[in-house]
């Protein structure tokens, strides 16, 4: 069975050693013909990624198909590929939810327009792998379980899951038609927008599907905490971008934890809460945030401080008597 699966991949596996990926990542970086990548670092970003996810999807595709269960009829069969989807979906989902911002791109040590490519190139391979999944997960409950969309907590989790995929259909059709929706001058801003109120939907809809997604969303969330900490301390990435990062990642998992630890003890001692868990994992994640904003801030806090300390010892101007010399300068210019 396992040698059956890898022969229905193997097309995914011979091209990965040969040029397609290169292809793939110099198109997505917006180069075509002869000419060299603008940014090796994002070509070589996506040919890892086209690797990672063959063996996400393949390595369980393996395991489900040689389980006898998965191949009791044809139903069953879709059914291990759907599942099987979900692997790369769920990683692909964790990593395109992270933000672009400048400092991300200093850290990394490449370009915006990269970390931009390497974005929508992520997205547009998450959007087969959603199709892949939900159609699945559809086909076989329309073949075995029709009242699958009925009533009760356990039924809202296949509602979570179509409400999901309709989200992120509607979502990525806005992406894709940005350029006829938003008209200039106003398109980048109100694109930008739409695009993240979107995407925060499909994601908290996609932890009350699944709810072990809400940890793989904590990277997003703690990047989306530094990056606004950054933008109103107006410090340089430089400087900060990578304490203040550490610390929202650090304020992140504490706020998550704390809610995940109540949502323990609220499903332990209140059985009687039957959508409790649906809750939990969209709040922890705000909570995350909560968390997060504040702390980076700090930190942008602090290195605006140290840089306007060496701003004034540059300037010939000590930082400690520079208040008081101010005032002796404005009462000697007050007087008559």
Do not use: M
């Amino acid at each position: 069975s396992f040698l059956e699966v890898t022969a229905s991949c193997r097309f995914g596996f011979v091209a990965l050693t040969g040029n397609w990926p290169r292809i793939a990542s110099r198109r997505a970086l917006g180069v075509h013909g002869d000419h060299d990548c603008r940014d090796d670092g994002g070509a070589a970003l996506l040919q890892a990624w086209t690797a990672l996810q063959l063996l996400w999807f393949g390595v369980p595709a393996a395991a489900y198909l040689s389980d006898p269960f998965y191949k009791t009829d044809a139903a069953h069969v879709v059914l291990g590929i759907a599942l099987s989807a979900a692997f790369p979906l769920s990683w692909h989902l964790a990593v395109v939810a992270i933000p672009a911002p400048r400092f991300v791109a200093s850290l990394t040590g490449s370009s915006r327009e990269t970390l931009l490519a390497v974005h929508k190139s992520v997205a547009r391979s998450a959007v087969r792998w959603a199709v892949v999944h939900a159609v699945g997960e559809i086909a076989y409950v329309a073949a075995k379980d029709r009242r699958a969309f009925g009533l009760g907590p356990y039924r809202f989790l296949y509602w979570a899951g179509a409400a999901t995929f309709a989200t992120l259909v509607v979502h990525a059709a806005v992406a894709g038609f940005r350029h006829t929706l938003f008209s200039p001058p106003s398109k980048p801003q109100r694109f930008a927008s739409v695009h993240a109120a979107l995407a925060a939907v499909v994601l908290a809809l996609a932890t009350c599907h699944w709810w072990p997604f809400a940890i793989f969303l904590c990277p997003a969330v703690a990047v989306a905490a530094a990056a606004l900490a950054l933008d109103r301390g107006r410090v340089d990435a430089t400087d900060a971008g990578g304490l203040a990062l550490a610390v929202a990642v650090l304020a992140t998992v504490t706020g998550f934890g704390g809610v995940w630890k109540a949502r323990e003890v609220v499903l332990r001692d209140h059985a009687w809460l039957p959508y409790a868990p649906y809750v939990f994992p969209p709040l922890a994640l705000v909570a995350g945030y909560a968390l997060a904003v504040p702390a980076a801030s700090i930190v942008t806090l602090c290195a605006s401080s140290r840089s306007s300390s060496s701003s004034a010892r540059a300037a010939g101007v000590d930082p400690r008597t520079e208040g008081s010399s101010s005032y002796a300068r404005l009462v000697t210019s007050s007087s008559p």
